[in-house]
């Protein structure tokens, strides 16, 4: 096994070791040979291990026994020390979820205090459970401790409160990740000492990196993600702010995407996501992560806070985002959503925590540009001036990659002053790519942020056929108030007359081509 020491404090390695599991995909990958290969060796060879869990249509076996045998025969391939370490955490007793929390604590470890790693990592898996525990509490304390009572208790953004790191997350609502105690880091050893070992050779943030991304292209169902290009395009929009919020942070692709925050918030309903976030963010950033764990809409973790920007990607169209119990929520400064606008409940929320001038950018469906629901609510965040951009993004460009999905730029409007001569950026890229939009995101983030810069510097830009225009606020507050761009774009260009020029000696060739091919008429003798 790698990275087993030669004892573990009395009891057998094996007997730990067993406990991660592997399929039969995986011992596939292990000795570099197809699935069929290994259905083959169980069927043809009798002292190959026996399944030890899953199902009878996909059994897990004992991992440490796999290798063993492989090893026996020969078959072990020379597999990269990645693909090793993936293996134990995809096949952790415990879940690859928690083994990821576990791996992210320890990076956390090996990054601020490497000397005692180095340390823990000589001692026998039983000792070096018994004092990773108590040092893994340090290195979490230092690191989220201060984040448990942010502005809930008068306490300015980005300032440390009261730490209360000892309560657990799942309780308060808090979503530091919690140190595995002795006997959880005594199973996880052999996975820490791999960690280790391929920190080493990554560094401590693309290895946390190229588990959470395996483990999210594991499970695609799970998880509802945010690209690379989307996030970071957001992020260029939002400006260089310095506290930022992501209120449905998911696994903190956009507030990742943020260059040099001082500080950064995340809130996600799931435990288990806030906490992997939480470590993500600690291990690419300097910055003070605050992560929170609830339902944003009908718990707001952050109550009073206000920040530079705030990057959302909401989840769409919800039914039961709390319609019946929020009417009367201060946030719904703009008008209360109906029911079916769950959007524009995020959208409110999004403004309700940005300081006066802040920026929100919000990944949307397209039809919360145009429902007719929604049209009280966006006529007001044009009338006062809050709602500055709608993009629309080629279909492909995220999840759900059928439709084109839009971005909502937001400024919330500083108190006690009148909103300038009011105009909305629309900008429609569906045009700047042939093909997928991720086989071509730069032409995209190129036409956005061509449109977008001079318009947020002077309020208006150059209008481009069929790509951007500025549409004065007054054109669009009909009774529809449809926001959509390809509605309000001129047609693109056609090229002139030399564009005609090519199109007619192109249709001439055409022609000739075809009356080559067409028979001679009857009567003609030929």
Known sequence: MLGAPASSGGKPVGEQDNATEVTAAGIARLAGVGRAAVSNWCRRHADFPRPVGGTGASPAFA??????????????????????????????????????VHAGCALLLIRDRPTEWLKLNGLTDARMAEAL????????????????????SGTAPGKAGPDDSSQSAVNTGHAAPVAPRPAEAAVSAPLLRGIGELAAELGTRRTFEFLLGRQLDANPRQYTLTPAGPAALMAE?????????????????????????????????APELAALTALRLALSTDAEVHARVGDTLRADAFPGLTVDAVLCHPPFNERDWGHDELAYDPRWEYGFPARTESELAWVQHALAHLRDGGTAVLLMPPAAASRRSGRRIRADLLRRGALRAVIALPAGSAPPYNIPLHLWVLRRPTAGTRPSPPG???????????????????????????????????????????????????????????????????????????????????????????????????????
């Open 63 to 100: 991992l440490a026994e796999v290798e063993e045998w492989l090893r026996e025969q020969g078959k072990l391939a020379e597999v990269p020390l990645r693909e090793r370490v993936w293996q134990q955490l995809a096949g952790h007793p415990a879940g690859p979820v928690t083994a990821l």
């Open 133 to 152: 525990a108590d040092r893994l509490d340090r290195v979490l304390t230092r690191r989220f401790g201060s984040q448990a009572a942010v502005n809930t």
């Open 237 to 269: 929009l939002a400006g260089r702010p310095r506290t930022v919020l992501d209120p449905a942070a998911g696994t903190g692709a956009l507030l990742g995407a943020v260059r040099s925050p001082t500080a950064v918030y995340a809130q996600d309903s």
């Open 424 to 526: 909305l950026l629309l900008v429609d890229t569906a045009s700047t790519v042939d093909g997928r939009a991720r086989d071509d995101w730069q032409a995209v983030r190129s036409a956005v942020l061509d449109a977008w810069r001079p318009f947020d510097r002077t309020g208006t830009t150059a209008e481009q056929p069929g790509l951007s225009r500025c549409v004065p606020v007054l054109d669009l507050l009909d009774d529809d108030v449809d926001l959509a761009p390809a509605r309000h774009l001129p047609p693109p260009a056609d090229g002139g007359a030399e564009h005609l020029a090519d199109v007619g000696a192109r249709l001439g060739e055409t022609l000739r081509l075809a009356a080559g091919l067409a028979p001679p008429p009857p009567g003609t003798g030929a």
